[in-house]
């Protein structure tokens, strides 16, 4: 019979520490300075965008230690079709202490965020933010239609990925066509 060993529970807690210190301090690299945006397209297809015009462009301004702590301002988003002008996206509290907090998707993210973002015309929208291996952010906005029984489809649904712009066009809170 073969004896068995117990590992000290002081070997995962040392992994986990390393892990979120490492994961840490990639999340803060992608951080903009002012004057820094992440800026880009909508991917065009349409059966992953609802919602928003084929030429929408997303501006993303990104505070990874608020984000992290889940302050208000933390990430600031605009489309250039109105359906974000400067909206706030805000994270959870609360979720930074659920298993939630954790989620990933395949594909080379070095973390994912769940947040909420007001939509100028309507309730708020989900917002996925996942940092990417690559230095790009990919942002996912989702709504379901508020209202079914309306003619109205006020239904959200857009990836864009996006890569850090210098040359933000954020200027007093509005977005600026380049």
Known sequence: MKAQTRRSPWVGICVLVFFVSSCS??????????GECYFGSIVRDDFVRTGFRPDARLWLT???????????SAVVLSTSDGVFDASPAQTMPQ???????????????????????????????????????????????????TDPVDDLDDALFGVFRLNLDEGCPFADDQVQEP
């Open 95 to 145: 979720l930074r202490h659920d298993s939630l907090s954790l989620f990933d998707f395949p594909g080379g993210r070095v973390r994912s965020f769940l947040a909420y973002a007001r939509v100028e015309q309507g309730p708020m929208a989900t917002v996925v933010i996942s940092l990417m291996e690559n230095g790009q952010v990919e942002v996912r906005i989702m709504r379901p239609d």
């Open 25 to 34: 301090a990639r999340v803060s690299e992608f951080a903009t300075e002012p």
């Open 62 to 72: 990104l505070d990874t230690t608020g984000l992290s702590e889940a302050t208000e």
